[in-house]
């Protein structure tokens, strides 16, 4: 649970970096060192929480997460109950971060180019919208506190409005 805020904490931080410039009124380059920075250790926790977490609930049988049971009884074999879709979604979430993480560094920003660099670093607010549903899915099967669920909507609320505001500066 620890790796999940902490790596939350950290991504919705690296998403705050360029609309604080904004409303400072400076611009807001391409690739800033601290944002990268930040975004990677995000993806390292982030990738860290997704090994640790396919250990927790299965104890070690890794596609209970995604498939029933061989002796459930169901219209297929993939999971299509919240527990299912939520870990569909981490593990799209995993690919991104991967990926990102791969794309984190001033070769592939020479190699892509700077427009097509930016565009797939922008799949951060899909990996956004993915861990918030993920989180979110999990604070209900869980059956955590309401302090968690605050806890989660509080790291994400100021992105959101601090993000409109940057887009209007």
């Known amino acids: 649970m620890a790796s999940a805020y902490v790596g939350l904490a950290l991504l919705s931080a690296s998403l705050l970096i360029g ?31 997704t090994g640790v977490g396919l250990q927790v609930h299965m104890r070690g049988r890794m596609s209970l ?22 870990n569909y979604a981490g593990a799209v979430a995993a690919v991104l971060l991967l990926m990102l993480l791969v794309l984190s560094n001033n ?21 956004m919208v993915l861990i918030l549903l993920h989180a979110l899915v ?13 806890s989660v909507l509080l790291m994400l609320m100021p992105v959101g409005v601090i993000r409109m505001l940057g887009r209007r500066a």
């Not at 997460?65 to 939520?86: I, S, V």
């Not at 999990?138 to 605050?150: G, I, N, T």
């Open 138 to 150: 999990y604070q209900v099967l869980e059956k955590r506190s309401l302090v968690w669920v605050l």
């Open 19 to 49: 609309p604080w410039y904004a409303l400072r009124g400076r611009p807001n380059p391409v690739s800033i060192d601290l944002r990268r920075d930040i975004g990677i250790w995000a993806g390292i926790i982030g990738l860290i929480h």
């Open 65 to 86: 997460y995604f498939l029933f049971p061989p002796e459930a009884r169901t219209f297929t074999q993939l999971r299509y109950d919240a527990f299912g879709m939520t």
């Open 107 to 127: 070769a592939s920003l020479r190699l892509l180019g700077a427009r097509r660099w930016k565009c797939l670093q922008r799949c951060n607010y899909a990996l």
